[in-house]
């Protein structure tokens, strides 16, 4: 009967040991995940890494003056059509189409056949009256200035690096960066850019520069635009045109003036999340709250907790197997080596199966009309942050590996001398 209850006991304990190696890999993860993905450095030394501030000019300039960016319509009309399509007309749709299609079409990653333009109509002329599959060619839901539509990829790149130089962009990227954080973490109620460096800027003869750039890109003035551009304003607001070489100087006179006007009308801060009204209500004290920020703090809680389970795991392992000095180290080292060795080999194999899903399943998926600079950038960027992610795996697991390992072998050296019953 002894040996009976000691077989189950043992049964038991490497149930417990099979949990402890789950919950500790699953605990490594969350752990680095909460203490990394939420970490403001983390991104801080990336950007500057793969010096993002100095390369951010043409890569906005390449993304703005895509003509299938600006004007989604002229790559996927359909989608255009139905971007904020009624659940009526998606459910019309998705019959018409078929769900691939629909699902294809919507998300960008294919264009509509004739065929399926025509299948489509009927769902159109039904909840979309007068709205056509295959809208007129030209028009472009863009609603940027025309005078702005003028720049080129080099214009834009040149504005931008005038007006934001990679220091000022590098001091308002971070101060964006730490307060995004500080808010999500709860020490913050707000999140905003500061303008303050992009108006002292303005100011000064870079801000001078960068509307003779702008005009110079434009069209040539006419007698009336000369007229009303001196004037500073025309009924409609400031004339944008390129001035004749003998009109210029006149212009660069009076452009320190006109920005003196414009400069303060710009706020100091420019808020991606506004603090809260004083009357706001407050948020709901449930388990999740009741807003998604209250809900990831709460996850992020459970993070940081997650590795207590591998510990009462430990415990429960060492109430039903352990009875000696030799069977502790035997009961805790070989968990600990296993669950070290799989938190390794996930910390090395992140970055290389990262890599075969970009080849194969991410970048083959890429709309074509999407400036390869992008996500060229968008997968330096990933590859440095799973890279700093791996570090932070790879790093416990050598210790679990060493610890277990070590205590492992020594079991079988050891001399028991005190046996518990």
């Known amino acids: 009967m002894r040996k009976f209850l000691t077989l189950i006991a043992r049964v038991i304990a490497a149930i417990f040991a099979s949990l402890f190696v789950i919950s500790t890999v699953f605990a490594i993860l969350l752990t680095t995940l909460n203490g990394e993905m939420f970490n403001a450095s983390v991104y801080k030394n990336v950007l500057v890494e793969q010096n993002i501030y100095a390369r951010l000019p043409e890569i906005v300039g390449a993304a703005i003056t895509n003509s299938a960016l600006n004007d989604s319509c002229s790559q996927n009309q359909l989608a255009c059509s139905i971007d904020n399509a009624s659940p009526a007309l998606q459910a019309c749709l998705t019959t018409a189409l078929g769900t691939a299609a629909y699902q294809g079409i919507r998300s960008g990653s294919r264009g509509p056949t004739g065929t399926e333009l025509q299948l489509a109509q009927p769902c159109l002329n039904r909840f979309l009256p007068g709205q056509a599959a295959n809208p007129p060619s030209g028009t472009s839901g863009s609603g940027m200035p025309s005078f702005l539509q003028n720049l080129t990829a080099a214009d834009w790149q040149a504005l931008l690096t005038i007006l934001l130089p990679p220091d000022t962009l590098k001091a308002m990227t971070e101060s964006a960066l730490d307060q995004g954080f500080a808010y999500l973490n709860g020490e913050a109620d707000s999140v905003s850019i500061p303008l303050d460096s992009l108006k002292q800027s303005l100011m000064s003869p870079s801000g001078t520069n960068l509307f003779l750039q702008v005009l110079n890109s434009q069209q040539s003035c006419s007698e009336q635009d000369l007229y009303q551009l001196i004037a500073g304003r025309s009924n409609g607001g400031m004339v944008i045109c390129k001035s004749p070489e003998g009109i210029l100087p006149i212009v660069t006179a ?139 795996i790879i790093v416990p697991g050598i210790v679990l590996c060493v610890l277990g390992l070590g205590a492992w072998i020594g079991a079988f050296y050891i001399i028991d001398k005190i046996k518990t019953v």
């Open 254 to 392: 009076l452009l320190p003036e006109l920005l003196k006007t414009l400069v303060p009308q710009i706020p100091d801060k420019a808020y991606i999340v506004k603090p809260p009204a004083p009357d706001a209500s407050i948020p709901g004290n449930g388990a999740f709250g009741s807003d998604p920020i209250s809900t990831l703090r709460t996850i992020r809680q459970v993070m940081r907790l997650s590795l207590l389970i591998p510990f009462t795991f430990l415990l429960l392992v060492t109430l039903f197997a352990v009875r000696s000095i030799k069977s502790w180290m035997r009961w805790w080292g070989f968990p600990i080596f296993a669950s070290g060795t799989i938190s390794l080999g996930l910390g090395i194999s992140i970055v290389p199966v990262f890599n075969f899903a970009w080849t194969w399943f991410i970048a083959p998926r890429i709309p074509a009309f999407i400036p390869t600079v992008i996500p060229s950038v968008g997968l330096e960027l990933l590859r440095s942050i799973l890279h700093t992610l791996s570090v932070w």
